[in-house]
């Protein structure tokens, strides 16, 4: 069968203002999640926060989204690696798309 890549992350949507992905390390050092063991390294979580850290709440049929947070990425990068443009790259001039 081989290596597969499987895009699991593709399920929420980029929002320059939500909270980004969470990588589990295995370890006692992984900020709010104290329970993780070494089997749990590598997994990443998505939590429903804000970029600031507040929480968001979500209801049924919410929109779910997270910051992908990929610095130093040019907008062709972001286009040739996830398929798409941030709006946040787009602005020109005086902010306007």
């Known amino acids: ?3 597969r890549l499987v895009p699991l992350a593709d399920f929420a949507n980029h929002l320059v203002t939500s909270g980004g992905f969470t990588e589990l390390y295995g370890d006692a050092n992984n900020g709010d999640f104290m329970d993780t063991t070494a089997e749990d ?4 979580v998505v939590r429903s926060v804000w970029k600031d850290g507040g929480s968001k709440s979500l209801s049924k049929g919410d929109e779910i989204t997270v910051n992908y ?3 130093g990425y040019t907008a062709a990068d972001w286009f040739l690696s996830l398929g798409f443009v ?3 790259l787009m602005l020109v001039g005086d902010g306007e798309l």
Do not use: H, I, M
Request: cysteine-free.
């Open 41 to 44: 390294a590598g997994s990443f």
């Open 1 to 3: 069968w081989g290596v």
């Open 86 to 88: 941030p709006p946040e």
């Open 69 to 71: 947070n990929l610095p």
